[in-house]
């Protein structure tokens, strides 16, 4: 797995990312917008997968999009992800956009490792995620949720659900009491991921 890191490598704080060949393009202005918005001190390590369907998806599951399925390859990913946060004196947390969001809400049923979660328009579609997050405990401090205004106008019936799906989400979060926000953008779910990422990460930093 290919790491890009960025920021101060002897910090205390790290933010983990999953990304693939198109995100290397702008994880750089993320990084800047994260700092632009906070004073924290921080490291952002940007992890490159290879099979973005197979490698970030919690099981197998249907192609949604075109003909390829989910290869359902989440458990070996995180495995990896551990590899690079084994440094127990550090704070990490986890975020992404899309299929990646979805990752990083998933790792943190997996694991307690990561204090906080910054889940940018995730792909909360994913057939079964609903009942996984109803039927177990999240590990984690604080999540933050967002999507964009448009995403569910689509006509894929799967995709279309993902307003209600997330409204679920945080509404199930916030009876467990985790510290959570949901937060609307406008525009359908290609616009601003750089943007809608940093803004993630910003309030899982500052979240009391």
Request: aromatic share 12%; proline share 3%.
């Amino acid at each position: 797995m290919e790491i890009m890191e960025y920021g101060n490598g002897s910090s205390d704080i790290v933010l983990v990312q999953m990304v693939d060949g198109h995100d290397h393009k702008i994880i750089e202005r993320e990084y800047e917008l994260i700092r632009e918005s906070t004073d924290v001190d921080f490291l952002l390590r940007a992890c490159a997968v290879s099979n973005w369907n197979a490698d970030l998806s919690p099981w197998k599951a249907p192609a949604v999009f075109g003909k390829e399925d989910f290869g359902g390859m989440a458990e070996e990913t995180l495995d990896a992800v551990l590899d690079i946060c084994a440094d127990n004196t550090k704070m990490y947390y986890i975020g992404g956009y899309s299929l990646a969001g979805l990752f990083a809400l998933w790792s943190a049923y997996r694991t307690d490792i990561f204090r906080g979660v910054a889940a940018a328009s995730p792909s909360i579609w994913f057939p079964g995620f609903s009942d996984h997050m109803a039927s177990h405990d999240i590990t984690c401090e604080r999540v933050y949720l967002s999507l964009g205004d448009r995403e569910a106008k689509v006509r894929n019936p799967v995709v279309a659900s993902v307003a209600g799906k997330i409204r679920e989400a945080y509404d199930l979060l916030r009876d467990r009491n985790i510290t959570c926000i949901l937060e609307w953008n406008e525009g359908n779910h290609f616009r601003e991921p750089d943007v809608r990422c940093a803004r993630a990460f910003s309030w899982v930093l500052q979240a009391d």
